[in-house]
C-alpha cells in the first residue's frame, strides 16, 4: 500500500541553525502539506503546496520557513534560522489522484520530531 | 471562523464496552470531514471520509456518521488494540486550500 515517508525521524538541532525535513508523498499525488504539532496540542496546517508553488500558507508559516520539491519525488521544508518553538512533531502529507480515492484525502507521514535546544 | 470542538478529551472503556466520540465543528461550507488514528510518537493514520449529512462510513468496529452540525465515531465492543487518540478533522469550501482543521482529539484507552 503506498504511504508517505519523512526522514530524519528525529532532528536535534541548536538554536538559530537550519534544518531541512524531508518528504517522499505517495506517487502520483498532486497536492502537498506541512503540518505540525507540539507536544500535547492539535495539529497544525503549515502550507499547502501545488503545481510547484505554495497555495496556501498559514500564520505560523512566516519568512523562517521555506517548501521546495526539488525533484519528481521529495518534498522538502526548510526553516532557516530555528527557535525554541519550532520543536514539534512535523509532519508531511499528500492527497490527489488515486485510484479508489477523492482529492481532498490527506495521508499523513510517520512525522520528524524536531528539538530545537 | 473554521473551528473543530472534540469530546470527551479522555474516554476510558472496558473491552467490550461500546461508546461514541463527538466532533461538532462550525465551518462556511463543508467540504468534508475526515477521521483519523493517531498512536503516540506516529502519525495520523486515515480512517474515514464523509462528504455529507446522512453519510455513514464502516470499518470493522468503527462507524462514523455526519449530521450539519457534528459527527459521531461510533466504537462497537472495542478490544485494547483500538487504544489510541482520534482526530477528526474538517475541510472548507474548495478554491485554492485543501487545509484540514483539526480538533484536539479524544484519547482512548481500552482495558481488558
Known amino acids: 500500500e503506498p504511504e508517505v515517508t519523512q526522514t530524519p525521524s528525529h532532528q536535534v538541532t541548536q538554536m538559530g541553525q537550519e534544518v531541512i525535513l524531508r518528504c517522499v508523498p505517495i506517487?502520483?499525488?498532486?497536492?502537498f502539506y506541512w503540518y505540525r504539532q507540539i507536544l500535547g496540542q492539535k495539529v497544525e496546517f503549515l502550507v499547502s503546496?501545488?503545481?510547484?508553488?505554495?497555495?496556501?500558507k498559514s500564520e505560523i508559516f512566516d519568512d523562517q520557513f521555506s517548501v521546495e520539491r526539488p525533484d519528481g519525488s521529495n518534498f522538502t521544508l526548510k526553516i532557516r534560522s530555528t527557535k525554541l518553538e519550532d520543536s514539534a512533531m512535523y509532519f508531511c502529507?499528500?492527497?490527489?489522484?488515486?485510484?479508489?480515492?477523492?482529492?481532498?484525502?490527506?495521508?499523513f507521514g510517520p512525522g520528524t520530531r524536531l528539538l530545537v535546544l | 471562523e473554521d473551528q473543530v470542538t472534540q469530546s470527551p478529551e479522555a474516554l476510558r472503556l472496558q473491552e467490550g464496552e461500546s461508546s461514541s466520540l463527538n466532533c461538532s465543528y462550525t465551518?462556511?461550507?463543508?467540504?468534508?470531514l475526515f477521521w483519523y488514528r493517531q498512536d503516540p510518537g506516529k502519525g495520523p493514520e486515515f480512517l474515514f471520509t464523509l462528504y455529507s449529512a446522512g453519510e455513514e462510513k464502516e470499518k470493522e468496529r468503527l462507524k462514523a456518521t455526519l449530521t450539519k452540525k457534528e459527527s459521531f465515531l461510533h466504537i462497537t465492543a472495542p478490544k485494547p488494540e483500538d487504544s489510541a487518540t482520534y482526530l477528526c478533522a474538517v475541510q472548507g469550501p474548495g478554491g485554492a486550500t485543501n487545509k484540514l482543521i483539526f480538533g484536539t482529539g479524544t484519547l482512548l484507552a481500552v482495558q481488558p
Open positions: 506517487s502520483n499525488h498532486l497536492y
Open positions: 503546496f501545488y503545481n510547484n508553488e505554495i497555495s496556501e
Open positions: 502529507a499528500s492527497s490527489g489522484v488515486l485510484a479508489g480515492t477523492r482529492r481532498e484525502t490527506q495521508y
Open positions: 465551518v462556511s461550507g463543508l467540504r468534508g
